[in-house]
């Protein structure tokens, strides 16, 4: 099992290609918290992350106390946190929040082609792409990421195709044009991470870097493949050819955490996505992830989520 691609589909990864920008200096476009929108857009999500392909010309973006990024054609920056941010000619300038423009994709014929500035001759533009996703119990890639990061691509490279494809369903649209929108963002955001991945530093020490570690990677690639299984540090450790002491080492060093407490929270996690989206019984949720007691699962489960399984799903 691929960790990478079981956390984006545990955590209900939704997406949207929302905005075509064409922007003439000097310019400024504020996007609001996504605590403020996300509801709006993904209403059963709970975390915002925000990207935005560069499709020509320059700008920059920031985020409160962070550098400002330099941006450039075949450049996508990333909000993965909802952090409200801003893009601009120059660093500092402040443009106005239009919560009301955000709105859920069946309700607007997407992507929105939107102009901006007061200039005469276009000097850069971009298209803004969001995804809704769950942020908890347990969702170790927002945990990774920074709240501010980009990568680059060749404007004519692959980040670039998702783009283009895009723009050419909103110029004739399609039955199924919602569904293919939906999909290229989140093709787009999977393609971005991988790059991002790609250019962490040797000594990055998350759950990111752990993919990348022979250990560590093979280890979670076992425990996300079969989560109901009865792993235990020994049995792991055996798997990745480690120590039972080395093992539980290197993984602390990686992740932050001991192996089986990964393995709890992660198990959480799945249990509520399920949760969320079946009407499966908390006993036999509880048994598909690995535990023979439904009552052994729902202490479990508060302590990690804060609420009995069946009050959780009730809130919902």
């Known amino acids: 099992m691929d960790a990478l691609s079981d956390v984006l589909r545990a955590v209900r990864l939704k997406g949207a290609i929302f905005f075509d920008v064409h922007a003439s200096d000097p310019w400024a476009a504020e996007t ?28 920059w973006a920031s985020v409160d106390n962070e550098p400002p990024l330099f941006l450039t054609a075949g450049d996508v920056v990333v909000i993965p946190h909802g952090d409200a941010h801003v893009l601009s000619t120059t660093p500092g300038m402040r443009g106005t929040q239009d919560v009301e423009r955000y709105r859920a994709p069946n309700e607007l014929e997407l992507p929105v082609s939107i102009s901006m500035g007061s ?14 996703c769950d942020a908890r119990p347990y969702n170790p890639l927002l945990r990774s990421l920074p709240r501010l990061f980009k990568v680059s691509d060749q404007v004519d490279g692959p980040l670039g195709a998702y783009v283009q494809i895009a723009l ?8 199924g044009g919602e569904s293919v929108l939906g999909r290229l963002s989140e093709l787009m955001f999977v ?88 009407t499966d ?16 699962f729902s202490r479990a489960f508060k302590k990690v989520v804060g609420a009995p399984p069946s009050e959780w799903r009730r809130s919902r």
Request: aromatic letters at 8%.
């Open 191 to 278: 393609d971005v991470i991988r790059r991002y991945l790609e250019t962490l530093p040797p000594d990055r020490l998350d759950w990111l870097a752990g993919l990348r570690d022979p250990h560590i990677g093979r280890a979670l690639a076992e425990m996300h493949r079969d989560p109901g299984h009865d792993w235990t540090l020994e049995s792991l450790a055996h798997k990745v050819a480690m120590s039972r002491s080395a093992f539980a080492e290197h993984f602390m060093k990686f992740l932050g955490t001991p192996p089986m407490q990964y393995l709890t929270n992660w198990r959480m996690q799945i249990a509520a996505s399920q949760l969320r989206s079946t």
């Open 119 to 132: 200039g005469t001759s276009e000097s850069a533009g971009f298209v803004c792409g969001f995804l809704g």
């Open 168 to 175: 050419a369903e909103s110029k004739k649209p399609r039955i």
């Open 32 to 59: 609001p918290a996504g605590s403020q929108i996300v509801g709006r857009m993904f209403p059963a999500a709970e975390n915002l992350i925000s990207y935005h392909a560069i499709t020509h010309g320059t700008c």
């Open 281 to 296: 019984s908390v006993a036999v949720i509880a048994n598909r992830i690995g535990y023979d007691s439904e009552a052994a």
